[in-house]
């Protein structure tokens, strides 16, 4: 589902943005103040097919609190399923993991995806050696091939998990309608060239609760063989939990949106929500 997320990002000069690090030299952590363990979050998926919109599977994301190598860690985890009616377009079956400390410095990724006829995995473990940010990543291709690469950053790096949870603690008061928002993510393979667009606040009433909810909108981009795209534009809750509520997907076989359809352990209360 683009993963949901390939949601909000950042590395600002800090002294605009308190919450940026220029390098992995400081922290590439922050503190959490968005969420806490045992937050569930469930959304429909729908595909604009013939000018009609049909929903077509289910997404589902959870956060627990685990262990990684002995030591206390947040577990998140998304699961992306398409149903019958989007198998006949195209199959999707995504499975994310990801490891990350208390203070959400990045641990360990994993992508296990089946998109179309294509299947590979993603791992990416994170070190931290003299203030840089080491990256050691695998893949496994379609054919079985294993391939492994090795990188390293001054500045912190983030995959499409990660980066989600360090987002949702963002301070969104000091952005300015319009900004763009630098986003280093990474895969087993390549660092996207990457970053948000602030787009303002809109209210959005969701389609069958009636709920209404105060959001603040984004767009994520990529620059790929010289030209800008809109990958997904998302709404996330004006409060203090920062939960999407609705994601739309621009993908190279059509458009489809995810709607949040229900949640619970949720940190802080909604205070997002229009009655």
């Excluded at 398409?82 to 195209?90: A, E, M, V």
């Excluded at 391939?147 to 390293?152: A, C, F, L, T």
């Excluded at 994520?220 to 990958?231: A, P, S, V």
């Amino acid at each position: 589902m683009m993963t949901l997320l390939l949601i909000m990002a950042a590395q600002f000069h800090a002294s605009r943005h308190p919450w940026a690090t220029s390098s992995a030299a400081a922290q590439c952590g922050t503190e959490n103040t968005a969420f806490k363990p045992g937050e569930f979050l469930y959304y429909d998926l729908h595909f604009n097919w013939k000018f009609i919109w049909v929903k077509v599977g289910t997404a589902s994301m959870s956060t627990v609190m685990s262990t990684y190598n002995g030591q206390p860690a947040y577990r998140t985890s998304l699961i992306t399923r398409g149903n019958n009616k989007l198998d006949n377009i195209f199959v999707m079956r995504d499975t994310l993991l990801a490891y990350c400390s208390q203070d959400l410095t990045p641990l360990y990724f994993r992508k296990g995806a089946r998109e179309g006829r294509r299947y590979y995995v993603d791992e990416i473990w994170y070190s931290y050696p003299k203030g840089n940010c080491h990256l050691k990543q695998h893949r496994i291709e379609d054919d079985g091939n294993s391939v492994w690469k090795q990188s390293e950053y001054q500045d912190c790096i983030y995959d499409m998990m990660s980066i989600f949870l360090r987002a949702r603690n963002f301070d969104t008061e000091a952005l300015k309608v319009g900004e763009n928002i630098p986003m280093p993510i990474s895969d087993a393979k390549r660092l996207s060239n990457s970053w948000l667009k602030y787009r303002g606040k809109e209210n959005f009433k969701m389609d069958g609760s009636g709920e209404k909810y105060r959001c603040l909108v984004f767009s994520f981009y990529e620059r790929e063989d010289g030209k800008n795209h809109e990958l997904l534009r998302f709404y996330v809750t004006d409060d203090q939990n920062h939960i999407p509520v609705r994601l739309d997907m621009f993908l190279s076989f059509g458009s489809a949106k995810a709607f949040l359809r229900g949640y619970k352990g949720v940190r802080s209360p909604m205070a997002s929500r229009i009655r």
